[in-house]
């Protein structure tokens, strides 16, 4: 397969498998290693997640636009910034904390990813058994009003916004920080995290990507510093194939997504998570994997 198809075709993947809780970083692994796809330092994966990225940021550039232009004196936006940041910061503690150990010692493990797949799987379907009633909702309207005369739109922030707590936000951070184990799904734990809170299923997704935002920049950022001993021009045709692949990938799959899960809840995917982790275990077992 030539490396401009592998590439587009992982960019895909990442794209795909990054707003979704079923752990982008595995599968990128997994297919990586099925495709034969050789990443020295893992440079393209680093680069195509920016394609994630501004991707969640495009969709919702009239909400973060107006949150921007609203921090000096709207409340809601401060709230907005301020929720966001005390889930964010978590993240950044363990990620500064454990990241190497992580890459050094979990991260090629397939058997964390089958495990992690898994386990994942059925905390979800559990969740969506026993979690509480939601208290925290995200808006039923198009359009909410901000201070004065102003409006947003784009996303339906409103309720969860003005409903949940700091300390809810800063649970759903301190979930996010399971996501360091390859397989456990940086949307998937969010997610989760924001139901148990008390986040009906779309604000916790809508949640999730938000944060999404200042997180992986921040990864993203921390593994450019580490890998840039390795960037080239040699590869960057496949780069940018895999980044445009990524954004326009993500771009597809966010708001389709959250009128999903809307509608039908997360099973699908805590199931495929079981299916995909046990498929890993017999590849592993039958020294496939």
Same mark, same amino acid.
């Given at each position: 397969m030539p490396s401009i198809v592998q590439a587009a075709l992982l960019g895909v993947v990442q794209?795909?498998?990054?707003?979704? +809780?079923? &752990?982008?970083?595995?599968?990128?692994?997994?297919?990586? *290693?099925? $495709?034969?796809?050789?990443?020295p330092g893992g440079v393209f994966t680093v680069m195509i997640q920016l394609g994630s990225i501004l991707a969640v940021a495009w969709l919702y550039r009239d909400t973060l636009l107006k949150v921007l232009v609203g921090l000096p004196s709207d409340r809601r936006a401060q709230r907005f910034a301020l929720l966001i940041f005390v889930a964010f910061l978590p993240?950044?503690?363990?990620?500064?904390?454990?990241?190497?150990?992580?890459?050094?010692v979990l991260y090629?493990?397939?058997?964390?990813?089958?495990? &992690?797949? $898994?386990?994942?799987?059925?905390?979800?379907?559990? $969740?969506?058994?026993?979690? +509480?009633? %939601? !208290?925290? #909702? =995200?808006?039923? @309207? %198009?359009?909410?009003?901000?201070?004065?005369? *102003?409006?947003?739109?784009?996303?339906?922030? !409103?309720?969860?916004v003005n409903e949940m707590p700091l300390s809810r936000a800063i649970g759903i951070g301190i979930c996010q920080t399971l996501a360091l184990i390859p397989g456990v799904s940086r949307s998937g734990a969010t997610i989760v995290g924001g139901m148990v809170a008390g986040l009906d299923r779309r604000a916790a997704a809508e949640f999730s990507f938000f944060l999404a935002i200042p997180t992986m920049t921040a990864a993203f @950022? #921390?593994?450019?510093?580490?890998? *840039?001993? #390795?960037?080239?021009?040699?590869? =960057?045709?496949?780069? =940018?194939v895999g980044f445009v692949m990524a954004f326009l990938a993500s771009a597809l799959v966010v708001k389709p997504f959250l009128n999903f899960v809307s509608r039908s809840g997360f099973a699908p995917f805590a199931w495929y998570r079981i299916a995909a982790g046990c498929a890993l275990l017999i590849a592993l077992a039958a020294g496939f994997a």
């Open positions: 794209g795909i498998t990054e707003f979704l +809780p079923i &752990s982008s970083t595995a599968h990128l692994l997994i297919v990586s *290693r099925m $495709i034969g796809f050789n990443d993240a950044v503690l363990a990620g500064a904390l454990l990241s190497g150990f992580v890459k050094s090629y493990s397939v058997g964390v990813m089958a495990a &992690s797949f $898994i386990v994942g799987g059925i905390v979800m379907l559990a $969740i969506e058994r026993v979690r +509480p009633a %939601p !208290s925290v #909702h =995200a808006s039923r @309207a %198009p359009k909410w009003s901000g201070v004065g005369t *102003r409006e947003w739109s784009g996303g339906g922030t !409103s309720e969860w @950022a #921390h593994d450019l510093l580490e890998v *840039r001993g #390795h960037l080239s021009t040699d590869r =960057a045709l496949e780069i =940018a």
